[in-house]
């Protein structure tokens, strides 16, 4: 049974070709975040790549592999998919229109598919349209930018390149990013809930002209390798191991969940120059209403997760941090469901941090430690945790300050990149010493 969907896309087809095609595995489970893809055959996405398929859309999981099988640039991809359970070929072709977007018709061939198909199938087919669509329309031909107020010009993306950079730590995880822009480099660790590029990228068209701005992703996450340890000591040794492995002083950048690691990290390495925690998350000056708060969030979210629903489950989890206006703002771009994904495996952060025993940044101790000059951002519109928590890491390092973003919340490397990028270019500004800063 062959189903056959169509939409015209308001990018020219090089983007839209290298979003879909160059880039399959890592957005696929974008549009479809039921969808996991791992890359079986080392280099870039081409004729004959085989890639590891794991499907949610049932009850249980469905392991799976995808083959490339036509490849014509800018044309056509073509695949085969042998799934536990059925065997589909699948063909997508791009067509340039004068008006310079792009036709994407995907076509499908389910042999031996039963009568009742086209009713299951093909409204998710046009689902699938509708999201590619709207992202490669928000990405610009990359991962999300729109959720900055002005898309990036094709100048700009130019600049961003596909470098990358990694580490294998001494558990024998790989830690890898994505390395733009050339400068003083700045290490950006990113929060609880996406992947480097997701929560990053935003920043880049004000930062790349004068930085090099590394990406990672916590293990798990984005181009990063899996592992079941997630705990707290070693999310801090990842941190390190990066920072160590770019073999020259780094600024470190990190925010929400990710911060409070990156903190106790900055605390252990001497490669770090200075020292940027947006909102970080310091649990032990949460009131009891925010106590509970939190609880019912994650609550919330690991009862969605249970039942499949990833990304409502994610945002959710994020009623906690953002405000109303930030919440509809990275649904609007698809955040959430970019990023839902990720659910699992910030669940079992989570559990593994409750077991956590040893010191965190929460630690005057370690903040202490930081020899580094530390600039402590936070929204001037955030909850009231989220500014008692930048204080309190500016009041317990040797030399700290705090610096609000005007009109920001929790989520501004989504919704106010521009302003926060500037603070942190002025604070790692190439020849002034971060102190003088503070």
């Known amino acids: 049974m062959k189903f056959t969907v169509a939409t015209e896309i308001d ?16 957005n ?4 479809d975040p039921d969808m996991e ?15 590891h398929r794991r499907n949610r859309h049932f009850d249980e999981p469905i392991d799976g592999e995808m083959e490339v099988v036509e490849w014509d640039a800018e044309r056509t991809m073509g695949v085969r998919i042998r799934d536990a359970n059925l065997d589909t070929h699948g063909r997508v072709t791009f067509e340039a229109l004068e008006s310079g977007g792009t036709r994407l018709t995907i076509e499908a061939d389910f ?23 709207r992202l490669v329309e928000l990405d610009g031909g990359g991962v999300p930018t729109a959720l900055h107020r002005a898309r990036p010009s094709d100048t700009e993306r130019a600049q ?33 809930y996406g992947d480097g590029d997701l929560d990053w990228t935003a920043l880049l068209p004000h930062l790349t002209g004068r930085f090099t701005c590394y990406l990672p992703s916590w293990r798990g996450r984005g181009l990063s390798g899996e592992h079941p340890d997630l705990s707290y000591g070693r999310r801090v040794d990842d941190v390190r191991a990066y920072v160590d492995s770019i073999g020259e002083p780094t600024g470190l950048v990190s925010w929400s969940g990710g911060a ?6 900055a605390a252990q390495s001497d490669a770090v120059t200075g020292v940027a925690p947006f909102e970080p998350t310091i649990g032990s000056v949460m009131d009891e209403q925010e106590r509970a708060a939190f609880r019912d ?73 930081i020899s580094a000059p530390v600039l402590a951002l936070h929204g001037a519109v ?34 106010h990149p521009e302003a926060l990028a500037e603070a942190l270019a002025e604070f790692f500004a190439p020849g002034r010493d971060s102190a003088s800063a503070l």
Do not use: C
């Open 11 to 26: 990018r020219p087809i090089g983007d839209v070709w290298a979003w879909y095609a160059v880039d399959h595995v890592q």
């Open 28 to 31: 696929h489970p974008r549009w």
């Open 37 to 51: 893809l791992r890359q079986i055959t080392p280099g870039p996405v081409g004729l004959g790549t085989r890639i």
């Open 111 to 133: 042999p031996g598919m039963d009568d009742a198909a086209p009713d299951r199938i093909r409204p998710l087919m046009e689902r699938t349209a509708r999201n590619i669509r």
């Open 160 to 192: 961003m390149s596909k470098r990358t950079h990694h580490v294998t730590t001494n558990d024998g995880v790989t830690i890898r990013g994505t390395v733009h822009g050339q400068g003083p480099p700045l290490v950006f660790w990113h929060g609880a």
């Open 260 to 265: 409070n690691p990156a903190l106790a990290a």
């Open 297 to 369: 969030a994650v609550g919330r979210m690991r009862e969605l997760a249970s039942e499949g629903r990833l990304t409502e489950a994610l945002r959710a989890a994020a009623s906690f941090p953002f405000n109303d206006e930030e919440l509809a703002v990275a649904e609007d771009a698809g955040y959430f469901e970019a990023a839902g994904r990720y659910v699992p495996n910030l669940l079992n952060v989570f559990r593994q941090l409750m077991e956590h025993k040893g010191p965190t940044a929460d630690d005057p101790a370690v903040l202490g430690a």
């Open 382 to 415: 955030a909850k009231p945790f989220w500014i008692r928590s930048a204080r309190y890491v500016a009041e317990h390092v040797p030399n700290g300050q705090v610096q609000q973003i005007p009109e920001a919340g929790h989520a501004a490397p989504l919704t």
